[in-house]
């Protein structure tokens, strides 16, 4: 027995020590910046993004066309707002609404890249208009923010994008490389019209890009427990977007006599067989790289934790969402409060982690669901495209500008819940990641597609001045 608890003491021992040599190995991975002298930026770069704000180029659902007055609209106030823009750099409209710029680099040797940002928002919830601080579609200017829909998703970083081009133009600047910028029409109803089309067009002319960036990533500000630093998210990759319908028949029937299985009770049963049989949580890419990343700059204990996934892994994965998720998002059925409905249906969200596609998450739902069940895909269905890589050249540029540019923040490799347009890009592009330098904190991540949608004055102009100096830095 004493040999047995030794050799136990041991063991335990020997896991400590492997624990303790796994945290203490692990070093920071943030890169020095270098000195930059920051551009001056006009305050008119509040004014040009609040008559942005004014057009409603709102994306209802995949069935209504877009509002051609708001963007044509748009579009002119584009070529007013850049005059450098739209006479030096080739723009082509690509299915009437998307736009497609052109700057042609001086050495055709060098790859191009892609800076993409959607000139669609979301509409606005009727009967929240009287909580907004001031008319969602007014771009209303405050001492602090520029406050209205699109500010955040995406218009502040598509206008912030194009101000730090007309910048560099009218200093003269000339790009080694070719740099494309993408803007299109219908992002918030899946892309596939624009830019979607517009990556079929470069892929049909054989582009090959160095990087994509687009929108996704972003400054978490009090978002990551453990780290004071700001936390700058450079997403290397997004999960899939699948919704499913699930559809009961029966012969329904009076209330007063109800059966055994009712159309409702058995829709309702399938939700909460489906809310308690989640798909797994996994360790997959790029997970292990954000906490090589994250855990240098944690606390001890945290830190204890990151390095040692192997033995943490449960709350690892359930702490950064890494499963595909299920969530019920519309329900409909019954016409009268005594008769039981001969149809009931629901329809189910699931954002789809890579690894896993469109076809493995309905089979888990018919796995899990009674026969009694129907499940239909419902709509924008995309599976969860390939992850990028933190170690490519382009990240380092992302994160050798953010480090120059804001040295007190901590960059760091990530996985975006949401889907975004750059998923097209895949075929025409090496590398695609999704950042801009927008700081966000637990009260505006509820502003996302929600009530007071703004954007702070001083972070615009961060917004623009990382654009200004990334352009540089990629030539």
């Not at 500000?221 to 559809?247: H, Q």
């Not at 009076?254 to 059966?259: E, F, I, K, L, V």
Request: hydrophobic share 40%; glycine share 8%.
């Amino acid at each position: 027995m004493k040999k047995i608890l030794l050799w136990l003491m041991l063991l335990l021992l020997a896991a400590v020590a492997f624990i303790l040599f796994n945290t203490f190995r692990m070093s920071s991975k943030q890169v020095e910046g270098e000195p930059v002298e920051k551009v001056a930026i006009s305050d008119q770069v509040f004014e040009n993004l609040s008559k942005a704000i004014q057009f409603k180029t709102i994306s209802f659902n995949e069935d209504t066309p877009p509002d051609s007055t708001e963007f044509f609209g748009f579009h002119r106030f584009l070529e007013q707002t850049f005059p450098l823009i739209h006479s030096k750099l080739k723009l082509e409209k690509i299915n009437t609404y998307s736009l497609l710029y052109t700057w042609e680099g001086s050495d055709p040797s060098m790859k191009p890249i892609i800076l993409m940002s959607h000139q669609d928002v979301v509409p606005v919830d009727e009967p929240t208009i009287n909580q907004w601080e001031a008319p969602p579609f007014e771009g209303r200017i405050t001492d602090t923010h520029i406050i209205g829909r699109g500010t955040m998703d995406d218009k502040g970083t598509l206008i912030g994008l194009l101000e730090s081009v007309e910048k560099l133009l009218s200093e003269g600047f000339q790009p080694s490389r070719t740099i494309y910028i993408a803007s299109g029409h219908d992002e918030e109803v899946g892309g596939p019209r624009g830019a979607g089309k517009i990556a079929e067009l470069l892929k049909e002319r054989g582009i090959k890009a160095a990087m994509t960036m687009d929108e996704g990533g972003f400054i978490a500000e009090g978002l990551v427990p453990g780290i004071e630093s700001p936390v700058a998210m450079i997403n290397l990759g997004e999960k899939g977007f699948a919704s499913f319908r699930l559809i009961v028949k029966t012969n329904g029937g009076h209330s007063s006599a109800p059966p055994k299985e009712n159309t409702i009770g058995i829709l309702a049963k399938a939700i909460v067989d489906l809310e308690n049989n989640q798909l797994p949580y996994k360790m997959i890419d790029p997970i292990p790289q954000q906490l090589e990343y994250l855990g240098p700059e944690m606390p001890f204990f945290t830190r204890m934790v990151f390095a040692n996934p192997w033995l943490f892994k449960k709350q690892i994965l359930e702490g950064f969402n890494v499963h595909t998720t299920t969530a019920p998002t519309i329900i409909d059925g019954g016409v009268k409060n005594n008769v039981i409905p001969t149809v009931a249906e629901a329809t189910i969200n699931f954002r789809i982690l890579p690894g896993e596609t469109i076809e493995s998450t309905q089979a888990h739902i018919e796995s899990i669901v009674s026969d009694k069940v129907q499940v239909e895909p419902v709509g924008f269905l995309t599976n969860p495209p390939p992850v990028s890589s933190a170690d490519a050249e382009p990240y380092k540029v992302l994160e050798k500008t953010m480090r120059s540019l804001h040295p007190e923040t901590v960059v760091v490799p990530g996985l975006v819940g949401g889907a975004t347009d750059s998923r097209y890009f895949y075929p025409v592009s090496e590398q695609v990641y999704r950042f801009h330098p927008m700081r966000l904190d637990s009260t505006s991540m509820q502003r996302f597609h929600g009530i007071d949608e703004k954007l702070g004055k001083e972070n615009y102009k961060e917004i623009i001045q990382f654009c200004y100096q990334m352009i540089k830095n990629f030539n």
